[in-house]
């Protein structure tokens, strides 16, 4: 079945440093993926998308592009900031399902 | 608009105690979903209602978990008896339409059974 890995946490950064958290996949077909943001004491937000190979989402600074050739849809940031201290999740939603497959989640902090 | 509410924030109960989950989707949204996070792990999907009629539960753990979602709008999970596993933390989402764009997601139950 569709599944996501995502890198280990926490991830510590100080603020403006360059940000990556690396996410792979294996889905059948061509899945639309994914990166949802969960601040604390919040819901899980969509933070930006790809659908198609080779499609960047971006938002708030976030980029992530979707690598069909290697499965993966890494996320980076080039200077975080102390208030994208969150929990990140990596998602598929594969072809013919609506219901998105989620990674482990990868908590970011981030020092003044 | 109002968000998609759930209660409690927080839940702390005794093995074989009975809890329950609710959540309020946004006004309009036919669709709720059900998913939970147990600590560190992925999260996963539990249950799909479109309005009041589950169109996918395939994610229920077991028959301790009953999800209803009477007159089509709010939901409740209820779990009983609850058992250690069970801990974690339990999300409700919903939207307009079955597809995954347009999902708004609720700040989530911290369920804790000890």
């Known amino acids: 079945g569709d599944s996501v890995t995502q890198m280990e946490g926490p991830v510590t950064l100080s603020e403006e440093a360059f940000l990556t958290i690396n996410c792979t996949y294996t889905?059948?077909?061509?899945?639309?993926l994914f990166w949802y943001v969960q601040y604390p004491g919040e819901g899980l937000q969509l933070l930006l998308k790809?659908?198609?190979?080779?499609d960047k989402g971006s938002n708030k600074g976030f980029e992530a592009t979707y690598r069909k050739e290697t499965t993966s849809f890494h996320l980076e940031k080039g200077s975080v900031q102390v208030s994208d201290s969150a929990v990140y999740f990596c998602?598929?939603?594969?072809?013919?399902?609506?219901?998105?497959?989620f990674g482990r989640g990868t908590s970011l902090i981030v020092h003044p | 608009e109002a968000g998609v509410t759930q209660f409690p924030s927080h839940s702390v109960i005794e093995k074989g105690q009975t809890v329950t989950l609710r959540c309020d989707p946004i006004?309009?949204?036919?669709?709720l979903y059900w998913y939970r996070r147990v600590m560190g792990k992925e999260i996963k999907f539990l249950l799909h209602?479109?309005?009041?009629?589950?169109?996918?539960e395939s994610g229920m753990p077991n028959n301790r978990f009953l999800a209803e979602r009477t007159g089509g709008t709010y939901s409740t999970l209820k779990v009983q008896p609850a058992e250690l596993e069970d801990s974690g933390v339990y999300f409700c989402?919903?939207?307009?339409?079955?597809?995954?764009?347009?999902?708004?997601f609720g700040s989530g139950t911290r369920l804790t059974v000890v």
């Open positions: 889905a059948t077909g061509y899945p639309s």
């Open positions: 006004s309009g949204h036919d669709n």
């Open positions: 998602a598929l939603r594969g072809g013919g399902s609506y219901i998105p497959t």
């Open positions: 209602f479109v309005k009041e009629s589950k169109q996918d």
């Open positions: 790809a659908t198609k190979a080779d």
């Open positions: 989402a919903s939207s307009t339409t079955g597809g995954g764009y347009g999902y708004t």
